[in-house]
């Protein structure tokens, strides 16, 4: 039995189901509420040890997302609730777990993938601490398994020899969790959205994580065919690391600008600049957790990669914040957050924050090649709102004496009004289209949502017609124009894309040499 699915990391897998749903050991309850609150912070107590500990071997962005759990473990505002319960006469696991499935409520309420993705964090915090009240250890998958449950918590993943193959297959999870961004950086098959099952699977499954599926309880005919295609797939990436180190030129000699999309610091740590054409996107989101970031942590953040780059360009993204309420203290609470206050309305809207990040990416562009872009533009008077913003915050710092630079100020283009009507934006200084939410709009399926999947299609010829029409615009008028979006590092799509006009494309680091093998293939 085939069951579909959405691809999250490319790549095949075969190997016997893990169940990763079994629960926690019962707790013993305590005799007074003293002795449950005692219970309760040592449990903590435990999970911030045993994340500390991890963290003193894990590399970029693992330890940043461990660094984020230790974070909100300890920070009272998640533990407050539950010892409130407590003092109430709940016992500590119950009291716990209440608290912690209504902060995860309120993230899987908002209608941004991203921030719906964070709850599996929230998710993975809730069980740690409750193994630790019940003094209870997670078995260990086989070498080789198919992770298969509802969701993954990153330490699960973090703590998994992935050396001897297996991959991960979930029945909800999400394309833009923590987990996928993990498993797309050490090339673990992963496919999420697949649904409950009649029955709990069990046995030898196989993945195939490049299509977006699983089949279960195989035939001998499934398998070899099932084997073919990986060693298909195996040998396609194989060829496709030859690429990595050339300039991306199309078999006509069409040059193609490959940069590579990054969300914290540390994604450039073990990548080496030449392989690239420079950051397409950085994403800002990451300083953006449970605290809002002071103007010194991100001009470090900022400068960190645009030292890295060496005079390649860095384009930075604005905070893209919104939904429920994921950032204390920043977003509001919206019956629909995904066509409300979020992207550059919420920053508009919050001038105190945006104006410490204006500042920031001011003095930090005098580190390297800094391009700035705002996200969900959708009129004209936002991006001049925005660029005046910047123009009197570089004035303040003039006045201050401190040093700064203006970067050049582009927008993503996501919102179909700009794909539509490009030329109420011809003072910007170059396009970025957002080709996720681009598509999402414009066809009306979210990209994490198995059940509208199908309908979630860049390739689609309204789509296309848009970024071709963009294109057509910024070469008519001079202004760069480049993709960001997933459908970059798609193989299958890179065609279309340079068939409608687009020379510059920015990818996941992982995607890099599958991608240039794929302009390589290219005809025009």
Same mark, same amino acid.
């Given at each position: ?23 926690? /050991? ?24 045993? &994340?500390?500990?991890? !963290? ?8 940043? !997302?461990? %660094? ?5 473990? %300890? ?10 319960? !407590?003092?109430?006469?709940?016992? /500590? ?16 309420? *908002? ?25 209870? *250890? ?15 918590? @990153? ?14 297959? &979930? =029945?909800? #999870? ?12 050490? #090339? ?9 099952? +009649?029955?709990? @699977? /069990? #046995? ?5 994580? %490049? ?24 040998? =396609? ?45 950085? =994403? ?21 990669? &645009? ?25 509001? %609470? ?72 203006? @970067? ?36 009306? +399926? ?17 789509? &296309? ?12 008028? #001079? ?23 687009? =020379?510059?494309?920015?990818? /996941? ?9 794929? !302009? ?5």
């Amino acid at each position: 039995m085939r069951i579909e699915g959405v691809p999250a990391s490319t790549g095949y897998a075969e190997g016997p189901l893990f169940d990763l749903d079994r629960p926690p /050991a019962a707790y013993m309850g305590k005799a007074s509420a003293a002795e449950e609150k005692a219970a309760l912070e040592s449990a903590i107590g435990k999970a911030v040890s045993r &994340l500390s500990t991890m !963290i003193e071997t894990a590399d970029g962005d693992a330890a940043d !997302i461990l %660094e984020f759990h230790v974070a909100m473990l %300890e920070d009272d505002a998640l533990s407050g609730p539950a010892l409130s319960h !407590i003092d109430e006469g709940t016992a /500590a696991d119950l009291a716990w777990r209440w608290a912690l499935d209504a902060e995860i409520a309120g993230y899987e309420a *908002s209608d941004q993938d991203y921030f719906r993705a964070r709850a599996a964090d929230l998710r993975d915090i809730r069980d740690q601490v409750l193994r630790a009240l019940s003094e209870d *250890s997670e078995a260990s998958a086989p070498a080789g398994a198919i992770l298969y449950g509802e969701d993954i918590a @990153p330490t699960r993943f973090l703590e998994t020899d992935w050396s001897a193959g297996g991959g991960i297959a &979930l =029945r909800a #999870g999400s394309t833009a969790s923590h987990v996928a961004m993990l498993a797309r950086s050490r #090339g673990v098959p992963m496919v999420v959205g697949l649904g409950a099952s +009649a029955e709990k @699977p /069990a #046995g030898v499954a196989l993945l195939d994580a %490049e299509h977006g599926g699983i089949v279960l309880s195989p035939s001998p005919a499934e398998i070899e065919a099932f084997r073919q295609s990986s060693s298909s797939f195996a040998a =396609r990436q194989g060829k496709a690391r030859t690429f990595l180190a050339r300039p991306a030129v199309t078999k006509a000699g069409t040059a193609v600008r490959v940069q590579v999309n990054i969300a914290y610091p540390s994604d450039v740590d073990g990548l080496d600049i030449e392989t690239c054409d420079g950051v397409g996107l950085m =994403r800002t989101e990451f300083l953006f957790g449970r605290t809002l970031p002071d103007e010194e942590t991100q001009y470090h953040a900022y400068r960190k990669v &645009l030292e890295w780059a060496g005079g390649k360009p860095v384009t930075i993204r604005t905070v893209d914040a919104g939904g429920d309420k994921p950032v204390p203290g920043f977003t509001v %609470e919206e019956t629909n957050p995904f066509l409300g206050l979020r992207g550059i309305r919420l920053s508009l809207a919050r001038l105190d924050v945006f104006r410490a990040q204006i500042r920031a990416l001011l003095r930090a562009a005098i580190h390297g090649n800094l391009k700035v872009m705002f996200p969900m533009i959708a009129t004209a008077d936002e991006y001049a709102r925005t660029a005046a913003l910047f123009a009197e915050e570089q004035s303040g710092l003039a006045a201050r004496g401190i040093a700064h630079k203006m @970067p050049p100020l582009g927008i993503m283009v996501e919102v179909p009004s700009v794909a539509i009507a490009p030329e109420a934006f011809a003072n910007v200084a170059f396009f970025s289209i957002g080709s996720n939410d681009l598509t999402q709009y414009v066809m009306a +399926a979210a990209r994490d949502n198995a059940a509208v999947a199908n309908l979630n299609l860049v390739r689609h010829p309204a789509v &296309l017609r848009l970024i071709a029409s963009v294109a057509a615009f910024g070469r008519e008028k #001079g202004i760069p124009v480049s993709l960001c979006g997933d459908a970059g590092g798609d193989p299958a799509t890179i065609p279309a894309l340079i068939e409608a006009g687009l =020379r510059d494309l920015s990818v /996941a680091p992982a995607q890099l040499a599958m991608a240039k093998a794929a !302009i390589a293939e290219v005809p025009v």
